[in-house]
């Protein structure tokens, strides 16, 4: 089993930026890539971002790339997503996920977060 818990959702104006962390426990040298989801209301949820643990190869969805950055923390068995720009368009709850080996990339998660609200308004 993984565990993952997010941090660092909340209101943020226009064009400014947020940073949020998933921070993962229990087995995690089964998972071989982590990676952000959003659903807005009313919405599908939708992959935004994912990077593998070991090669570091990324994914963003055309609609983040250049303004969100997905980096790792091997260390602290940690993945950020680095938010810039925002739009009221992004708003939405955010969840990490993590996909365990002998899986492709990026695949369907089979770990998710409880999910973080990001607002983004004047």
């Known amino acids: 089993q993984v565990q993952l818990v997010e941090s660092g959702g909340g209101l943020v104006q226009p064009g400014g930026s947020l940073r949020l962390s998933c921070a993962a426990s229990?087995?995690?040298?089964?998972?071989?890539?982590m990676g952000w989801y959003r659903q807005a209301p009313g919405k599908e949820r939708e992959r935004i971002a994912a990077?593998?643990?070991?090669?570091?190869?990324?994914y963003y969805v055309d609609s983040v790339k250049g303004r969100f950055t997905i980096s790792r923390d091997n260390g602290k068995n940690t993945v950020y997503l680095q938010m810039n720009s925002l739009k009221p368009g992004d708003t939405a709850v955010y969840y990490c996920?993590?996909?365990?080996?002998?899986?492709?990339?990026?695949?369907?998660?089979?770990?998710w977060g409880q999910g973080t609200q990001v607002t983004v308004s004047s």
């Open positions: 229990g087995s995690i040298f089964s998972i071989n890539a």
């Open positions: 996920s993590a996909s365990l080996k002998g899986r492709s990339f990026p695949s369907y998660p089979n770990y």
């Open positions: 990077i593998t643990v070991g090669g570091g190869s990324t």
